[in-house]
């Protein structure tokens, strides 16, 4: 009579294809993160940027905005 394990044993071609997706997965998480980090890098540079120049002339860039008559 069969060991209750044999009867629970997954066959070794299901195992490999298992771990072919678990693979897969792992890779296109890893490409998720590299393009997120890449964006959040992105971000950090528009708002460095942006904070460079309200530090140099915040007035002026405020008051581009403010509407002059008959605008």
């Known amino acids: ?3 209750a394990s044999e009867h629970h ?3 070794a071609e299901t195992q490999r294809h298992d771990d072919d997706q678990t693979q ?7 490409a998720a993160a ?3 980090q890449e964006q959040a890098d992105d971000l950090d540079a528009i708002l ?3 904070e460079t120049v309200l530090e ?3 007035e002026e860039y405020v ?5 002059k ?3």
């Not at 008051?63 to 509407?67: C, E, L």
């Open 1 to 3: 009579m069969p060991s």
């Open 9 to 11: 044993q997954i066959p």
């Open 24 to 30: 897969g997965t792992a890779q296109g998480l890893s």
């Open 34 to 36: 590299m393009l997120a």
């Open 48 to 50: 460095d940027d942006i």
């Open 56 to 58: 140099t002339n915040a």
């Open 63 to 67: 008051n581009s905005f403010v509407q």
């Open 69 to 71: 008559g008959g605008e």
